[in-house]
Nanobody, 122 residues
Framework: QVQLVESGGGLVQAGYSLRLSCAASGLTFRNYVMGWFRQAPGKEREFVAAVSWANRWIDYSNSVKGRFTISRDNAKNTVYLQMNSLKPEDTAVYYC???????????????WGQGTQVTVSS
């Protein structure tokens, strides 16, 4: 019943920007913390950013801090990830996830999207 659908990924050159969206359905969106994670080939899935129920608490990984911005629109059941100054090392499949509590580890999230590919060329 619960679905998280990411969109907005693509292929861009280093230094350019992308905006990812994650549309949620089948849950009461405002009751969930929303997070973004990414997984590059051969690497573990890692935390990128998370936003609490009403945009009051936001956290970023050190690797994206200052470049990425997470936000949510509860009226649209959507969470966004604005990615600026993209680097080749940002290349990964990006996943959105939902949790009833505020966590930054992927094992504590209840629902996951299928991911959207972001590729940054040098």
């Amino acid at each position: 019943q619960v679905q998280l659908v990411e969109s907005g990924g693509g292929l861009v050159q280093a230094g350019y920007s992308l905006r990812l969206s994650c549309a949620a359905s089948g849950l009461t969106f405002r009751n969930y913390v929303m997070g973004w994670f990414r997984q590059a080939p051969g690497k573990e899935r890692e935390f990128v950013a998370a936003v609490s129920w009403a945009n009051r608490w936001i956290d970023y990984s050190n690797s994206v801090k200052g470049r990425f911005t997470i936000s949510r629109d509860n009226a649209k059941n959507t969470v966004y990830l604005q990615m600026n100054s993209l680097k080749p090392e940002d290349t990964a499949v990006y996943y959105c996830a939902a949790s009833r509590n505020y966590y930054t580890t992927p094992g504590r999230y209840d629902y996951w999207g299928q991911g959207t590919q972001v590729t940054v060329s040098s």
